[in-house]
């Protein structure tokens, strides 16, 4: 883990209200791992207390990596405005990223709207250990379908679902799941994108007897485990999403609170901890 000041080289708005920035960085760009994130002070100096998470979303080799957010709130409002010389603060590499290796047979990346944003750079990691992979990508709409050609070139075959059928399945990326798992047949599925798209995604691999892993976009705060703001119930307890994740084995997940035991946690009923305010 590094913190650097860095500058921003390249700034792009991908679609409205969707950026994408390139960061100058050797030490992060050269010592991080696909799933990892970085958190960004989303101001230069400003009045923002905690920083903002960003997954990795693409490596430019010994030199910078990029981000790509979507502008929901008052940091990645601010986060938006940065200009091409400004400089960030950032910590990063920050996590455990997703596990793979060359032995893979095949591997289905499955992402909800901004969940590609990791995905990527898995995708050009597992291209470089020549694992054949099936990008799974499920937006609102065709025109806030993101990096498709990127995934394209180098997926053996590229699925789409969006919500309102203008392009590839009519529904949602989960449904697409549930309906072709049996003919893809991974051998493991990696997935992003919000809770509930996750867990059924959990769901569908655990019927059919495939391996998952998740990443997990919790609101968090300090980013290092430290201030416990980021807890998940995974079935050996409490986990800190920040550093023992955000990538987590679907099946460690207790995706329903009916289902925690309360002597798992030692005999409070658990309700996960919440960040109302990042401040
Ligand atoms: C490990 C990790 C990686 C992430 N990677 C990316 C990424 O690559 N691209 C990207 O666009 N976003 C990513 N996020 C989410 C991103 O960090 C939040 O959108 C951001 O912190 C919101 O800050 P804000 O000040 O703009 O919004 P806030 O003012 O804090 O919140 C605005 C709204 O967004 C919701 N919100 C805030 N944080 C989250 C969150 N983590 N998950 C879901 N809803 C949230 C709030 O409930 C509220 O409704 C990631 C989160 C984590 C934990």
């Keep these: 883990m590094f913190q650097v000041n860095a500058d921003v080289i390249a700034k792009e708005e991908v679609i409205p209200g969707v950026f994408s920035l390139t960061i100058v960085s050797p030490v992060i760009s050269e010592n991080a791992k696909p799933g990892q994130f ?19 979303h693409r490596i430019v080799p010994g030199k910078a990596f990029e981000i790509l957010f979507r502008v929901v709130g008052r940091g990645t409002e601010a986060l938006s405005r940065v200009k091409v010389y400004d ?6 590499p920050l996590g455990n990223g997703f596990k793979y290796s060359e032995r893979i047979t095949s591997a289905l990346l499955v992402a909800g709207g901004l969940g590609l944003a ?3 750079y898995l995708a050009e990691e597992l291209t470089n ?67 509930p798209m996750l867990r059924k995604v959990a769901q569908t691999a ?26 998940c ?6 986990k800190m999403v920040c550093k023992d994740g955000p990538v987590f084995d679907a099946r460690d997940i207790i995706w329903d609170k009916e289902e925690i035991e309360p002597t798992l946690l030692g005999g409070y009923r658990c309700e996960t901890a919440k960040v109302s305010d990042p401040g």
């Design 38 to 56: 970085v958190h960004i002070a989303c101001n230069q100096g400003g009045n923002f207390i905690l920083r903002r998470p960003f997954s990795i």
């Design 87 to 92: 400089i960030l603060d950032v910590i990063g």
């Design 129 to 195: 250990e020549q694992v054949k992979f099936y990008p799974m990508l499920g937006a609102q709409t065709k025109t806030k379908l993101l990096r498709y050609i990127d995934f394209k070139r180098i997926g053996k075959k590229t699925y789409v679902a969006t919500d309102d059928g203008s392009s590839g399945h009519n529904g949602t990326v989960a449904d697409l799941l549930n309906r072709t798992i049996h003919y893809i047949r991974p051998e493991i599925i990696y997935a992003c994108g919000p809770e």
């Design 233 to 238: 119930v995974t079935r050996q307890g409490y």
């Design 118 to 120: 990791p995905l990527l």
């Design 206 to 231: 655990d019927e059919f007897g495939v391996k998952c892993q998740v990443s997990l976009e919790t609101k968090m705060a300090c980013g290092v485990g430290v201030c416990l703001g980021c807890a």
